[in-house]
């Protein structure tokens, strides 16, 4: 299935002419890792509960690694639904003491700042979303920005980088915690679906098998 468009186009958050080569790497679009958490399955009737952003950055090698992840805690929009299976895998605990929700709009806001920043520090265009199963956490996030009529999106509308795709291609495994044990970095089943803890272990997939194809290879 194909993301539904936002109401209001994403807008661009820099313009050509001071690009690093983080932003030539990708023709002017910055990865941000993603992932969502989520009351259910459909876009369009469940709720957003969690949200966390990691855009990736350059090492002193021109080596990609991830960067500072920001995260919020949503309360749910009014209207939509929870799944109570939804939260027995996530563990989310709405009624959490600590948990400090934000509603959609503001959590928005705090997890868009750091990647409008991050694309205007590489001189990028536009930030484009990086997932495990991207679509599924591009149509949430297209969703809310739809519901609180959000006109900065930085994000791209529908293009996306997929790490199921990637990680089949590089190590012939789709399951998250199967991909990032086979490129060598440890998975705590205990953490899991955490949206901090999935957006850091995809940042680690994406940057080891982007970092691993021949640099040469994304000439002309």
């Not at 209207?79 to 959609?104: C, N, Q, V, W, Y």
């Not at 899991?192 to 194809?213: G, K, P, Q």
């Amino acid at each position: 299935m194909t993301a539904p468009a936002p109401t209001t186009p994403a807008e661009p958050v820099s313009t050509p002419g001071s690009a690093s080569p983080l932003a030539t790497r990708f023709r002017g679009y910055l990865p941000v890792v993603v992932d969502v958490e989520t009351g259910g399955f459909d876009w369009n009737r469940h709720a957003l509960l969690e949200i966390a952003v990691q855009p990736v950055e350059l090492d002193d090698d021109g080596l990609l690694v991830p960067g500072e992840t920001t995260n919020a805690h949503l309360v749910p929009a009014e209207g939509m639904e929870i799944d109570p299976k939804s939260l027995e895998i996530t563990g989310i605990r709405l009624d959490h003491p600590f948990r400090l929700a934000k509603p959609e709009r503001a959590a928005l806001d705090h997890v868009f700042a750091p990647v409008r920043a991050a694309c205007r520090k590489h001189g990028c265009q536009r930030a484009i979303l990086v997932g495990h199963n991207a679509h599924f956490d591009l149509n949430f996030l297209n969703a809310a920005v739809a519901r609180v009529g959000h006109k900065r999106n930085p994000f791209h509308p529908f293009s996306v980088f997929d790490t199921v795709t990637l990680a089949g291609v590089a190590y012939g495994q789709t399951v998250l915690a199967r991909a990032v044990q086979a490129a060598g970095f440890h998975w705590d089943p205990n953490e899991a679906h955490s949206a901090v803890y999935d957006t850091e272990r995809t940042s680690e997939l994406f940057c080891r098998i982007v970092n691993s194809w021949p640099r040469g290879a994304s000439a002309g």
